[in-house]
């Protein structure tokens, strides 16, 4: 599971001050807002999102074999192609994945039993694109800017592998914010990641204060 920021992050030259470090958790937090306010949308949903983990920090490299767990995931990744730039991923377990899957098609049918392998994936896929709208939305509204994204991609690894493919190799990305959401009348837990672009996100931090996110 991903570690937490204790002091200032060395990427490349640039620095987060400590006291920055809780606007960084806080923006975990923004993102499960949104994507409760995006899951509300569907119509057999009927619950709260319960964030059980929030937390920030950097990778390269050398650290992400420590940093994240060698455990199977399935989930999706999404670009944002403008500020804060950098990647969403959103990543289940596979009893998680096929509870999200049961939940997105409960009400196109009644014979779960019947659904292919492909069409659940199309569903889970569905369901991680609107969590990482979602999360991406909650940081939008955080400091009033629009945030596009492209549609999200299918992803099928251990959650190390996939990191290491969405950020292994780019010196402008490793910051990272994390947040662990459950959906409890589901029996769905997912684990949402924001990748930002090193640089962008630096310049973020230094305009944005802890009551700007209240």
């Known amino acids: 599971m991903a570690n937490e920021t204790h002091q200032n992050a060395d990427t490349n030259g640039l620095s987060i001050p400590i006291r920055k470090l809780g606007v960084m958790n806080r923006f975990g937090q923004v993102g499960i807002d949104g994507v409760e306010h995006r899951l509300t949308r569907l119509d057999n949903y009927g619950a709260t999102v319960e964030s059980e983990l929030v937390k920030s920090g950097y990778v390269d490299d050398n650290s992400i ?14 670009r944002l192609p403008t500020a804060p730039n950098g990647y969403a991923l959103v990543l289940f377990s596979p009893e998680s994945a096929n509870n999200a899957a049961a939940l997105m098609l409960s009400e196109a049918t009644d014979d779960l039993s019947g659904v292919s392998t492909e069409m659940a994936r199309s569903a889970l896929t569905e369901l991680g694109g609107i969590m990482a709208s979602g999360f991406v939305d909650g940081w939008a509204n955080a400091f009033d800017q629009r945030i596009d994204i492209v549609a999200p991609t299918a992803v099928h690894n251990t959650e190390r592998e996939i990191v290491a493919q969405t950020v292994g190799g780019d010196d402008a990305l490793g910051l990272y914010v994390t947040s662990r959401l459950r ?7 997912a684990q949402v990641y924001q990748f930002p672009e090193n640089e962008t996100f630096v310049r973020i931090l230094d305009r944005v204060d802890m009551e700007m996110m209240d």
Do not use: I, Q, S
């Open 65 to 78: 074999a420590r940093t994240f767990a060698d455990v199977e995931r399935v989930g999706v990744r999404v």
């Open 183 to 189: 959906l409890p009348d589901h029996e769905v837990v």
